[in-house]
């Protein structure tokens, strides 16, 4: 019997970084893995597509990006002298090409409503099954993502204010929306990165280009990740999700795949994830690698025809396009002002006071471009002194370490208020 070697190291052809080259057998076979090709059907950008037309990109060429960025930050680091082995090369490359493998369909929508775990919880459980899958291959990669290694740095590359994550995704998501705001020099950035005292830092000679990242960080949080139509959708989309599980936990026949299902169904808490409870005859981790963008698409498009008011009007808003009326304030709204709004659903489409708490949803969103309190940006010199870039900086930055807070109300833009 003729068998045949397969071929790990693979080239891949991406629109935003050119070719990318698959240089380690456990990165491919963690790409092949089903939780891994799950990323495909899980959208970058969630719900920003009923905006930006093009932001149809997935997770899963994100996660090959970061890796292609971190295998230029590894050979400049090596090149500036730092030791690296090819062990903590492949780790950190498969801790990269793992940060967001536990993410939820339509972006952070479902963390907040059918489950109550944050993604990077849910990454790190999906990484320790893989390492017990593996053999234990993934042992230093969990480390470093969990910050536990001995170099930091490696750690920061991971996760920090200047990681692959960051770098891939601003001019990914910059060129899928077609919001040039966004672009930045990556190469130029990944060519700038140095070790100093086990930290991650930035040359002096890249401050410009450092500049523009928190800029352009600041810019596609409002003009993208935070845009108020955007905000609006992910507002009917958490409602339309908290009505389908009232009235499926109530007994009401309601169309769900099976994944769905058991998150609609089950009231499914951290300590299930951590336990990996046992549902329906298979365990949660697998009932969630199982659900993608997908299963919510066709619920909507089931129960737009559902006989309940609230279900079939919010899904046909998701379907359609049409999405609430959104108002953004810099302070709270007055409590008149709700009232009104209130008493105008009331009116006109249900005198149920319940239901009509679905049609009126308010809330608050912040943007913050360079946290400084929680991570700092430092710059070395020539002299091998580092300073945190607001002091590095020639321009005031201010305006990116303060906290943006804006407030919103969405309601039905057909809705007449007095």
């Known amino acids: 019997m003729i068998q045949h070697q397969i071929n790990k190291k693979k080239i891949i052809n991406d629109p935003v970084l050119g070719f990318i080259n698959l240089q ?20 970058q950008l969630g719900l920003s597509y009923l905006v930006f037309p093009g932001a149809n990109h997935s997770r899963f060429e994100h996660a090959l990006g970061t890796v292609h960025l971190m295998r230029q930050a590894i050979s400049v680091l090596k090149l500036k002298g730092h030791e690296i082995t090819d062990e903590e090369a492949d780790a950190v490359s ?18 907040n409503t059918l489950v109550k775990i944050s993604h990077e919880q849910i990454s790190l459980l999906m990484m ?7 053999g234990g291959k993934l042992d230093l990669s969990i480390q470093i993502f969990t910050n536990k290694y001995k170099k930091q740095f490696l750690h920061q590359l991971v996760s920090g204010q200047l990681d692959m994550d960051r770098l891939d995704y601003l001019n990914r998501d910059s060129f899928f929306t077609g919001v040039a705001e966004g672009t930045i020099g990556v190469e130029r950035i990944i060519k700038m990165l140095n070790v100093w005292k086990d930290q991650l830092v930035v040359d002096e000679k890249g401050i410009y280009s450092i500049e523009k990242f928190l800029i352009s960080r600041r810019l596609m949080y409002w003009q993208v990740y935070l845009h108020k139509t955007v905000v609006s959708a992910e507002s009917l989309l958490i409602n339309v999700l908290q009505r389908a599980r009232e009235l499926s936990v109530a007994g009401e026949e309601i169309y769900s795949t099976p994944a769905l299902h058991v998150f609609l169904k089950h009231n499914i808490s951290q300590s299930d994830f951590e336990k990996n409870r046992i549902i329906d005859g298979d365990n949660i981790l697998s009932w969630y690698a199982a659900l993608d963008d997908n299963d919510i698409s066709i619920a909507l498009k089931i129960w737009q025809n559902h006989p309940d008011l609230v279900l079939s009007k919010l899904s046909q808003s998701l379907m359609n396009r049409k999405l609430f009326k959104i108002v953004l304030s810099t302070t709270p709204f007055e409590a008149e002002i709700v009232e009104k709004i209130n008493a105008a659903i009331s009116l006109q489409i249900t ?14 969103i912040t943007n913050k471009a360079y946290n400084k309190h929680n991570e700092k940006i430092l710059v070395l010199d020539k002299s091998g002194f580092t300073k945190d870039m607001e002091q590095a900086s020639d321009i005031n930055l201010m305006a990116l370490t303060k906290t943006v807070r804006k407030y919103y109300l969405c309601y039905p833009k057909e809705l007449v208020v007095n």
């Open 351 to 364: 005198t149920d006071k319940q239901l009509a708490s679905y049609f009126i949803m308010s809330g608050e």
């Open 94 to 111: 498969a801790a990269i090409l793992l940060h967001d493998i536990g993410h939820a369909p339509f972006s952070h929508v479902l963390e």
């Open 128 to 134: 320790e099954e893989l390492n017990q899958f593996f």
């Open 24 to 43: 380690s057998e456990l990165i491919f076979d963690l790409i092949e893995h089903p939780y891994f090709q799950r990323l495909r059907r899980i959208r």
